[in-house]
């Protein structure tokens, strides 16, 4: 526990208004366990620790204990955890309908019988009172019920009328990471068809530059080993991650890696954290200061010649260009820029670079940041320089962190991507219209202008300046009028009073969610506000992927409750109700028969399982085309088979799933049929392409400036081209003398795809896999042989450099390493220097860095943990740590209410302090998981009645400020400014 409670007492009083009869008499720790139903073994349970076998019986009922009527029969059905990326298992017990119990899934190769405390009670999440049980409106300020059909008939009706006046562009489509990856294919499919590029979700804000760094680097923008396989590690390095409390699970793995070989575990961190706690080295930097830590690390291996020379040589380029920038990083400008000695770093480099195969994991501290690419950039030439890619117990092992946040960026909730990250130009366009069977001139005449069909749409970060801007500074028709929200809080952008004000000034807002969230009570709306109850992913079926890129199909364990619905019905009655609003107001377009015609409908929606047939296939430039419903169902009847380092379905494993990796990660190359295992381990040139084996994506050309940008003298096992080779397409395979390998029904798809230009149809775009098949044949990844660009020449920064934050207490080195200038992007005005010189003036008014980050109790926003009462119970108070001698500057005292006070909008939040040296000296840190209180008002009494979170906090957007990465707008919540005073 974070906050010292004073006693059972104090506790009941603080509680008893948001949650009668929670805590009846105080509770001490084993009384809570206890009527948690997780005594004994339970407490394991808790903790993330595997209890014995013999005490299975003791959490079967997981944290929410039902009552289970022993001499009934036991429905066991499994679904997957909806809070981290981890994916752990749920398996819950099932009768009459009623979930009355967790099991322990012993059997699943990810967390093998364990659960964190968010796991353990994720059972409340269905059970729970303080979901949202019927739609409703706000009429004059007051929330109403009303019917589903009003309901979508009225937001129908409003929709088209913001169309009708503004245009496409002026509905904001914010998705959701809870989605399954059906549902985020659906609502990037009914964004295309409702004709604008503005949709995106909780990627944005957590890991879009990591996809952007990443991608831009070796080809796809993914964690490229699990979990599992670092297991395999001799050195890790967490660096700009929690995983002890943001994915504890997970970090059972790392620190089995730990124990099991003696590995080196190095966190590199502003704040000392429970991660922190476990390393054999812990590096204390400056906040901001990324790129300079690692250039410092890499300047000592260049200097004592521990690079691997060979798999440079081979399977990179651009590697000078960074030789040049890291000499300028010596030992004495690193430690002055980052506080860093350079004995230290010397050390941890030396370990790195010598003690093989290393890893590096990083999380959030590295990609919320205005370099967030760039400090992506930095990781993955490190990864490169050392050859710790593409072999076991290395790689880059990205700890994302909703529960499906890497599926919906794999399936388009992206302003600047289609489905499987074909982008969005006119080549993509026309391949998705094809998958969709719609004609490409009839989708482009659903946007605004042709040119609005290849042009970014706006982020989420940046929605509400989409909003107040004045109009000739926002790149469309209009401002944003309307916004439609699925499953994503309110309180996870920066600048919340601006915020605040976008969200007064919509005509309309929808918000679909199992809960109200945030943006139901930030402001002051009136009117036009909708609340649509949507059930969680355990109350209907779908596949999710973690971070590892394995997918898992998630069973309904029971029918959705009170009135919710699930996401594939509301996008469907919504599009039907469209088509009704159109027709009345006199406009041609429709929606419903277009986007579900090629699904299956039962009890009045699509099912999943038919989603995901139209998902494979057109997903070929991901490989999702190989993961079938029926493949993914088989991983979960039989998940004990599957081995817990390399995930490969064992020998005595039945033969639907002999080989095959756990979760079919991505890319499962070809159609289902072909039976590829999918690839556990990315770039993996030791194995043969059928078997998982592959090599860096050769996606950006064959040459540069006369040097060649595919990989030389390396080659995946079995490879019939021993060397270098580009992406596959008909004209390749003509070249190479395999095109008459292609069937005659897979060349008729081709010439029907190339439309008299079959020579240009490759691997991405072949309807047929035809293309997949052959050069698998051959030994050959259909996405080329390329090499990694330590070189991005598309990029702001090709090689990265290092640029203070925008508000940096270090003016010092403003002229040495400034921001970019001011630009445009993503149809809006994007500042840069122009702000960053604020902190010549506020620097001396706010000293102290902040920074955020997540606590093991709670997850994203927070909505959905802190409605759930054995949370709540554990984490009470939003708070700010601060260092002992900043808080005896100022003369704060443990425990007591400080207000933590923001560089701009005059930003405020009343929060708890907590003294501790876990944060040093001029650095606090703030958890994000609060909301419901806003510069020191509650905000309790705007909730819907019974649907208020148990606990209430102000959240640290509120104190937030601007900057943003110039490749993906994601906005810095890592490293700003403040000041803090006694309340």
């Known amino acids: ?367 919320q940041k205005t370099v967030g690419t760039a400090n992506v950039r930095a990781y993955c030439i490190l990864l490169l320089a050392t050859g710790n890619v593409g072999a076991p117990g290395t790689g880059a092992n990205i700890f994302r962190g909703h529960c499906n946040v890497q599926g919906a960026s794999d399936f388009g909730l992206d302003v600047a991507t289609l489905p499987a990250y074909y982008g969005i130009d006119e080549a993509a366009w026309r391949h998705w219209s094809r998958v969709w069977d719609v004609s490409f001139e009839s989708m482009r005449a659903r946007f605004d202008t042709p040119a609005m069909m290849n042009t970014p749409g706006i982020p989420t970060t940046r929605y509400f300046d989409g909003i107040l801007l004045p109009r000739d500074q926002v790149q469309q028709r209009d401002n944003i009028k309307g916004m439609v929200v699925f499953g994503h809080g309110g309180n996870t952008v920066t600048r919340m009073p601006e915020a605040v004000k976008g969200l007064d000034a919509l005509d309309l807002l929808v918000i679909a969610d199992p809960h109200p969230t945030t943006l139901a009570v930030m402001g002051n709306r009136r009117e036009n506000t909708y609340l649509l109850p949507i059930c969680t992913q355990f109350e209907t079926n779908g596949s999710r992927t973690c971070s590892n890129r394995s997918v898992q199909w998630g069973s309904k364990i029971v029918d959705p409750i009170f009135e919710s619905r699930s996401d594939y019905r509301v996008m469907f009655d919504l599009s039907k109700e469209l088509d009704g609003a159109a027709e009345r107001a006199g406009m041609t377009i429709r929606f419903a028969q277009d986007i579900f015609k090629p699904y299956e409908i039962v009890n009045g929606e699509p099912t999943a399982e038919s989603i995901l047939k139209e998902i494979n296939r057109g997903a070929w430039g991901t490989g999702y085309t190989g993961i079938s419903p029926e493949r993914l169902k088989a991983h979960m009847a039989n998940q004990d088979k599957f081995d817990l380092v390399t995930l490969r379905a064992k020998d005595d494993a039945p033969e639907s799933i002999r080989g095959d990796y756990y979760g079919l990660p991505w890319p499962c190359w070809g159609t289902p049929e072909m039976r590829h295992p999918g690839s556990h381990i990315l770039y993996n040139t030791n194995l043969h392409v059928k078997e998982g084996g592959g090599a860096f994506r050769a996606r950006f050309g064959v040459e540069r400036n006369g040097q060649t940008l595919l990989a030389e003298g390396s080659y995946s096992r079995g490879s019939e081209i021993q060397d270098g080779y580009p992406e596959f397409t008909v004209a390749v395979l003509k070249r190479l003398g395999w095109y008459d390998e292609l069937t005659a029904e897979e060349k008729a798809v081709i010439a029907r795809v190339g439309e008299g230009n079959e020579d240009r149809v490759s691997w991405m775009t072949d309807l047929s896999g035809g293309i997949i098949r052959v050069a698998m044949e051959h030994g050959c990844s259909p996405c080329g042989n390329g090499k990694a660009r330590a070189n991005a020449w598309n990029l702001p920064d090709p090689v990265p450099v290092h640029r203070e934050p925008i508000y940096t207490p270090r003016t010092d080195l403003l002229a040495q390493y400034p921001t970019l200038p001011d630009r445009r992007a993503f149809r809006l005005p994007h500042l840069g220097q122009s702000v960053q010189a604020r902190s010549n003036t506020v620097a001396r008014d706010f000293p102290i860095v902040l920074t955020s980050g997540r606590l093991v109790e709670y997850e994203g926003g927070g909505e959905e943990t802190r409605s759930n009462k054995w949370l709540a119970e554990i984490q009470q108070d939003m708070f700010v740590e601060i260092h002992p001698e900043d808080a005896a500057a100022r003369s704060i005292r443990d425990g007591q209410f400080v207000w933590v006070m923001g560089p701009e909008n005059n930003a405020r939040a009343r929060v708890k302090a907590l003294v501790t040296e876990r944060v040093g000296k001029g650095v606090a840190f703030m958890p994000f998981h609060f909301g419901g209180w806003f510069q020191g008002e509650d905000l309790r009494s705007k909730y819907p009645q019974g649907a208020d979170p148990i606990v209430l906090g102000e959240s640290a957007n509120t104190v937030t400020t601007y900057g943003y990465d110039p490749v993906t707008y994601m906005q810095e919540t890592k490293v700003t400014l403040c000041q803090i005073r006694a309340a």
């Open 1 to 367: 526990m974070l906050i010292k409670r004073t006693d059972g007492r104090a506790s009941r009083q603080r509680l008893a208004s948001a949650y009668q009869g929670l805590s009846s008499g105080g509770l001490d720790r084993r009384a809570f366990l206890k009527n948690a139903g997780l005594a004994g073994a339970g407490v394991a349970a808790l903790a993330g620790i595997a209890p014995r076998m013999a005490d299975a019986q003791a959490i079967r009922v997981g944290a929410a204990a039902g009552v289970i009527d022993h001499g009934a029969p036991v429905q066991r059905i499994k679904n997957v955890c909806t809070h981290c990326s981890v994916g752990c298992t749920v398996t819950a017990e099932v009768q009459n309908g009623v979930w009355v119990g967790q099991e322990p899934t012993w059997e699943s190769p990810i967390n093998r019988g364990t659960h964190c405390a968010k796991g353990a009670s994720v059972r409340e999440l269905v059970h729970g009172d303080r979901r949202l049980k019927y739609p409703m409106k706000l009429v004059n300020g007051q929330w109403q019920r009303l019917s589903w059909d009003v309901a979508m008939r009225e937001v129908a009706e409003k929709m088209i009328e913001i169309r009708r006046r503004s245009g496409p562009d002026s509905v904001f489509l914010l998705g959701s990471a809870k989605f399954s990856n059906e549902g985020a294919y659906l609502y990037r499919k009914f964004a295309a068809f409702w004709g604008t590029n503005s949709v995106d979700h909780q990627a944005r804000i957590c890991h879009s530059t990591t996809v952007a760094g990443v991608a831009n680097t070796w080809g796809y923008g993914a964690q490229t080993n699990s979990y599992n396989d670092i297991r395999n590690s001799k050195t890790m390095i967490v660096m700009g991650g929690n995983p002890a409390e943001a994915h504890p699970i997970a970090m059972q793995h790392v620190l089995a890696g730990k124990e099991i070989n003696r590995a080196n575990f190095i966190v590199i961190d502003p704040r000392y954290s429970r991660t922190a706690a476990h390393s054999t080295e812990y590096i204390r930097i400056r906040p901001g200061t990324d790129i300079p830590v690692v250039w410092g690390m890499l300047w000592h291996i260049l200097e004592n010649g521990w690079e691997d020379k060979e798999f440079i040589r081979q399977r990179v380029y651009g590697m000078e260009e960074v030789r040049a920038e890291v000499a300028k990083w010596h030992p004495a400008e690193v430690e002055r820029v980052t506080g860093v000695p350079g004995e230290q770093l010397k050390r941890v480099a030396q370990m790195f670079a010598t003690q093989k195969p290393a890893t590096l994991i990083w999380c959030m501290g590295a990609t």
